[in-house]
C-alpha cells in the first residue's frame, strides 16, 4: 500500500558520498521540524529522470524556497557514487538538491512506491513521484502512474501544490 497525504514518513537510512567514502542518512532527524521535498525516481541517468524530472526541481528551487522548503532531496535506487555523479553532471547539487541513495529500495518499499520493469532492467526501482513532508507528515504526494512521464511529479506542479 502507498503512502498516503496524511501519513508519517518512516524513518530510514540512506546514503551519501561524503569525503571518507559512503555514509549514512538517517531521515528522521532530516525531517524533524522541517518542511521537506522528497522526489523519487526510477534511477539515475536514465531519461525521463534525466532530462525532465532533475531539471524541474532545478528550474524550481528557488520558488521552493519561498513557499518556506527547507530542503529539496532527491532519492533513487542507485548507490551513493552514482548519485554523487548524477548530481553534479545535471547541475543539481550545485543549484542546491540533496541527493541520497537509497540503495537497496528500503524506502522505496516503506512508502510503497517500489516497481520492476523487467524489460528495462530495472528491479526494486522506485516509481517516479513527489511529496512534501511537514515535520514528516505527508502534506502533498504527487505520483506518476507511468514511469516515462513526468507531470504531476516535476518542480512546478509541487511549487503549485505548496
Keep these: 500500500m502507498s503512502i498516503s ?7 530510514g537510512t ?4 561524503g ?10 532527524p532530516k525531517l524533524k521540524g522541517r ?7 526510477p534511477g539515475a541517468y536514465t531519461g525521463t529522470c534525466t532530462t525532465a524530472h532533475v531539471p524541474s526541481f532545478i528550474r524550481t528551487i528557488d520558488q521552493l524556497k519561498e513557499k518556506g522548503v527547507d530542503e ?9 557514487f552514482v548519485m554523487q555523479a548524477w548530481g553534479e553532471s545535471t547541475g543539481a547539487s550545485d543549484a542546491g538538491i540533496t541527493m541520497l541513495a537509497d540503495a537497496d529500495g528500503a524506502f522505496a ?33 504527487n505520483a506518476e502512474e507511468n514511469p516515462g512521464v513526468c507531470d ?8 503549485e501544490a505548496i
Design 14 to 17: 540512506m546514503l551519501v558520498l
Design 19 to 28: 569525503a571518507e567514502g559512503p555514509e549514512q542518512v538517517e531521515l528522521g
Design 72 to 80: 529539496v532531496i532527491c532519492t533513487s535506487v542507485n548507490d551513493p
Design 109 to 141: 518499499k516503506a512508502i510503497g512506491m517500489a516497481f520492476d520493469a523487467p524489460p528495462a532492467g530495472f528491479y526494486g526501482r522506485s516509481q517516479r513521484y513527489a511529496l512534501m513532508a511537514e515535520d514528516g507528515v505527508v502534506k502533498v504526494l
Design 152 to 159: 504531476m511529479s516535476g518542480g512546478e506542479a509541487m511549487v
Design 5 to 11: 497525504v496524511g501519513d508519517t514518513l518512516p524513518d
Design 35 to 41: 518542511k521537506v521535498v522528497i522526489f523519487g525516481l
